[in-house]
């Protein structure tokens, strides 16, 4: 699908770009077709109203007018095996982002692999993709991957009937906030998170992450492609692997998946 209007409407710090759209299929896919047009380190690429939005596992994502769509093309100095880290540094980003706005009493979390959560529902997703591209990768002699970080955020509505139940931002009794307002800020925290990553690694990231990290200590059940695992949640290691304390008392690493409560939460 072809963009409609790319509008480069400001310049972000350092090597950032903002690009908006009125309307595009799903920003990853623009952020994607820019990078093998020749790309551009830094492009943020914003859609208010997105026709064939994304989700995790080829599912879609239902994006309905006045939630956030955003996506950030990034080509890091570091190995591919890294890059999957970005979604803990945008994860902690929506969350530093939004902190301040929440009204007391509401709990905001991050929820292993890619989600946000706010009171026990999915308040956003993160959706990662990344690629090589034809370019000299000077430190291991390949390509230098290319990697999209997709984030959308439910401000205004959220889908009905989920199987993990869903909220927005409204429900939580944050008015007179735009989609626009969320994305400078997530924006402001995304580069300083990226940098904190990119400078000091994964280790800082992954504290902020743990800190507020849902299920901790809780009995959860992950969804493997051929198997269902259950555990007891002990948060991530080192590499963003989720772990789990298995009844036999050992330890289980969890690479990807979906996660669940064993017990359904009330909400
Ligand atoms: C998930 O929880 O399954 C991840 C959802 C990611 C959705 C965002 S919206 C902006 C970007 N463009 C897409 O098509 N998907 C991501």
């Known amino acids: 699908m072809t963009a409609v209007k790319a509008k480069p409407t400001s310049n972000l710090l350092n090597d950032y770009h903002l690009l908006s759209f009125d309307s595009l299929d799903s920003t990853n896919e623009e952020a994607k077709r ?27 994502w239902i994006s309905s007018d006045g939630n956030l769509f955003v996506s950030v093309l990034l080509q890091p100095e570091k190995p591919m095996a890294d890059l999957s880290q970005l979604s803990f540094v945008a994860a902690v980003s929506v969350l530093e982002a939004l902190e301040s706005l929440l009204p007391d009493g509401n709990r905001l979390q991050c929820k292993w692999p890619n989600d946000i959560v706010l009171n026990d529902r999915k308040l956003g997703g993160i959706l990662l993709e990344s690629f090589q591209s034809g370019q000299p990768y000077e430190t291991n002699s390949g ?5 999209v970080v997709g984030v959308g955020i439910n401000v205004d509505s959220h889908p009905p009937r989920t199987e993990f139940p869903a909220t927005c931002l409204k429900d939580a009794g944050v008015e007179l906030v735009s989609a626009k307002i969320i994305l400078s800020r997530f924006i402001h925290h995304f580069i300083e998170c990226y940098n904190l990553w990119n400078t000091k690694g994964f280790a800082p990231i992954r504290k902020k992450w743990t800190t507020a990290a849902w299920g901790m200590e809780k009995r959860l059940s992950a969804r493997l492609p051929d198997s269902i695992i ?33 017990e359904p939460v009330q909400v």
């Open 230 to 262: 259950e555990g007891i949640c002990q948060g991530i290691d080192a590499k963003g692997s989720l772990l789990l304390k298995l009844d036999s008392g050992k330890q289980h690493q969890i690479h990807a998946g979906d996660v669940f409560p064993v």
């Open 34 to 60: 820019l990078a093998k047009g020749g790309g551009c380190h830094g492009a943020v690429i914003w859609a208010k109203h997105q026709s064939e939005g994304k989700g995790r596992m080829g599912r879609s």
């Open 143 to 147: 390509k230098k991957p290319w990697v």
